[in-house]
């Protein structure tokens, strides 16, 4: 299942993310088969993170130790075989990095900016996780890379700071991507991902303790575009191929990879797609009082995408049309057959409410919406 974004291609919404000193080209190439994007490094590029590098390698963890590191990244970028290439760089200054994202712009690769590492080492050195206690930073650095056509993806682990906050500050500044290690306190935190997937429009790669399909679906499910694994692929390189196929299959079933669970079961708002007219105190009408949204104008959205697409009213479902009906995975006898009477099949279905989904979100955020 191909994933198009600002001009690149995924062939899968599968990546593997950056482990110190394991992470490179050649790595990359043994897995190509079941991944459209490898995070190479990370890699500390500037005097500072290279220090800090070298006394975490000297109590025995692994580690790119170069030289001249922007020389011999450039260099793995020339070895990269069979999927996107992304660059996880700790950077504490500025310029370094800038060197770094005239190399990506070159090679067509993701310039990704490490604010996740939390390496004692690499956090007094100003880099990794410190640097999202000074947003401002990374707002000056994103900008300041976009200007050189780069995509910049801002590698972070949820529950440090707010997130959904310094997602909508990092989209204003013209980020791409945010690849979220959303690390709980058992597991992954998926409501991080559904969360920032509410508030933000950037393109989220969704990441911790993915070791299955199932896994990879619960992510997806919240929001997620793409996931991405790491010491999951060491302990069973299998896996890749696993979430892969899985995927595959679930495209096929459903043609929507990442549809969201529905919204009473933690989806995110894509989800309101799923939804029926709000009655009780359901989760819908606690998601569009927390949103803002006026239950007559919800009403309105989905009435007019139904004119819009010419799907007509029918007499078998509970509210009359299957705009309100539930998801696919859902068993509904009501929705089954009204699918059947219109000779409509669960995959149509299913991109019926994808794009239903789209339309709303589209208008509720008055971005060009299409509707009467």
């Given at each position: ?5 600002r001009?690149?291609?995924f062939?899968?919404?599968v990546?593997?993310?950056s ?6 080209a ?32 000297s ?11 922007i ?10 075989r ?5 660059v996880?760089?700790?950077?504490s ?31 007094e050195?100003?880099s ?6 000074r ?10 890379i ?8 801002l ?11 310094l ?13 979220v ?15 920032i ?5 950037l393109?989220?790669?969704?990441n ?8 990879a679906?619960e ?11 790491a010491?999951a ?26 549809a ?15 939804c ?9 009408r ?21 004119q ?7 007499d ?5 049309n ?15 057959e009204?699918l059947r ?5 669960p ?11 789209e339309?709303?979100l589209?208008c509720?955020?008055?971005?060009g919406?299409?509707?009467?």
């Open positions: 299942p191909s994933l198009e974004f001009g690149i291609e062939k899968t919404p990546a593997i993310s482990i110190a000193g394991v992470t490179d050649s790595f990359g190439n043994l897995l190509s088969d079941y991944v459209g994007a490898v995070f190479l490094g990370g890699f500390s590029i500037d005097e500072r993170t290279i220090f800090a590098s070298r006394k975490i390698a109590r025995g963890r692994k580690e790119f130790l170069f030289e001249d590191p020389e011999r990244i450039a260099e793995e970028l020339e070895k990269v069979g999927y996107v290439p992304a996880n760089a700790r950077a200054e500025k310029s370094s990095l800038l060197e770094l994202a005239e190399i990506c712009s070159q090679k067509n690769a993701i310039l990704e900016i490490n604010a996740h590492c939390r390496q004692k080492e690499i956090v050195a100003g990794g996780e410190a640097l999202l206690k947003a401002e930073i990374i707002e000056e650095w994103v900008r300041e976009k200007k050189m056509d780069v995509i910049v993806s590698k972070i682990r949820s529950g440090v700071v707010d997130e959904v906050a997602a909508r500050k990092m989209e204003k500044a013209g980020l791409d991507i945010l690849h290690d959303a690390m709980g306190e058992r597991g992954a935190d998926l409501n991080a991902i559904r969360r997937r509410n508030s933000t429009e393109f989220i790669i969704g911790n303790s993915i070791r299955s399909f199932p896994d679906k992510m997806l499910a919240r929001g997620a575009d793409m996931v991405s694994l010491r692929v060491l302990e069973n390189p299998s896996v890749l191929k696993e979430i892969h196929e899985g995927i595959e299959g679930q495209l096929s079933e459903m043609g929507w990879y990442n969201p669970k529905h919204l009473c079961r933690g989806g995110d708002l894509r989800a309101l797609a799923f029926c007219p709000p009655f009780g105190e359901c989760s819908l606690r998601a569009l009082k927390e949103f803002g949204i006026s239950e007559e104008r919800y009403i309105l959205l989905k009435r007019s995408f139904a819009l697409k010419g799907i007509e009213d029918d078998i479902t509970c509210f009359g299957i705009v309100w009906c539930c998801k696919i995975t859902k068993p509904c006898f009501r929705r089954d009204a009477r219109k000779e409509m099949s995959r149509d279905y299913m991109e019926m409410k994808r794009e239903l989904s339309f709303l589209r509720l955020r008055n971005e919406c299409d509707c009467c």
